[in-house]
């Protein structure tokens, strides 16, 4: 499955027989404004999760991708960036704009 980050929502799309749009995987309630605000995944991929341009984090939740779980206010600028860590699912890292890294728990 590969994902690609439009304007107000995050899009996925099948690839194992056809590239086709998975509709029902759309995530929505961020802004990206024209940024490449990375997307990714929690390790045991029950939760999606992106910054946008507005310095917020966003979490979905895979199982209800209408729903936006929780939200953070990570940066002052764009949220550029956002990683789970790979052994402790409540820690995400997220960069930023504003030139800092934060570790989050």
């Known amino acids: ?5 439009s304007t107000v929502q995050v899009v996925t799309y099948m690839t194992k027989d056809k590239f086709k749009q998975n509709r029902k995987k759309t995530f929505k309630g961020h802004n990206t404004a024209g940024y490449a605000c990375q997307v990714n995944w929690s390790p045991d991929s029950k939760y999606v999760m992106s910054g946008d341009s507005e ?3 966003f979490f979905w939740e895979w199982a209800q991708p209408y729903k936006v779980v929780r ?6 600028g764009v949220c550029i960036g956002v990683a789970w ?4 699912s409540s820690k995400v890292a997220t960069c930023g704009w504003d030139g800092l890294i934060k570790y989050w728990d």
């Open 85 to 88: 860590h790979p052994m402790e």
């Open 55 to 57: 310095g917020r984090c």
């Open 71 to 76: 939200t953070i206010k990570a940066h002052d």
């Open 1 to 5: 499955m590969h994902t690609i980050l």
